[in-house]
């Protein structure tokens, strides 16, 4: 029998959990980073059809990004079924990536990690206010 611990399951614990792991990469404190992660922890990049097996790989991948980022936490909510949810943006080299990420856990820690990454990029030259009318605006 295991001995929770106080709060692992408590949805302000895990949040606050999630945001260590990013305020972990942008420091790029990787040891930090591995000490939130199962030993089995799985991470899932849909968007490119990968899939990271480990503690050890998933803070390899990140820590082998080439230099020059920078990130910023936006938002960490709670889900309805005990996996939180984060927004993050990365600004590098004048691109702007968006993060979307859900965290699963087992205990106190994350055991697995899905993330879509997107681009900051224009919309396409066809939407424009003049050809789709009232109420579309460029922000």
Not at 62 to 69: D, I, L, Q, R, V
Request: aromatic residues 8%; contains cysteine; proline residues 3%.
């Amino acid at each position: 029998m295991t001995t929770a611990v106080r709060g692992e399951n408590d949805t302000e614990h895990r949040c606050a959990l999630v945001r260590a792991l990013w305020a972990h990469v942008q420091a790029r404190d990787w040891a930090g980073m591995r000490a939130l992660l199962h030993d089995d922890a799985v991470m899932h990049w849909p968007v490119t059809r990968e899939r990271f097996e480990g503690g050890d790989l998933i803070v390899r991948v990140n820590s082998e990004y080439p230099e020059g980022w920078t990130l910023a936490v936006k938002a960490v909510d709670a889900l309805a079924d005990g996996r939180v949810h984060a927004l993050v943006e990365v600004a590098q080299d004048g691109v702007t990536y968006f993060n979307h990420s859900r965290c699963r856990f087992d205990g106190a820690r994350i055991a697995e990690i899905t993330e879509h990454w997107a681009t900051g990029d224009a919309p396409p030259a066809w939407r424009t206010a003049e050809h789709l009318g009232t109420g579309y605006r460029r922000v």
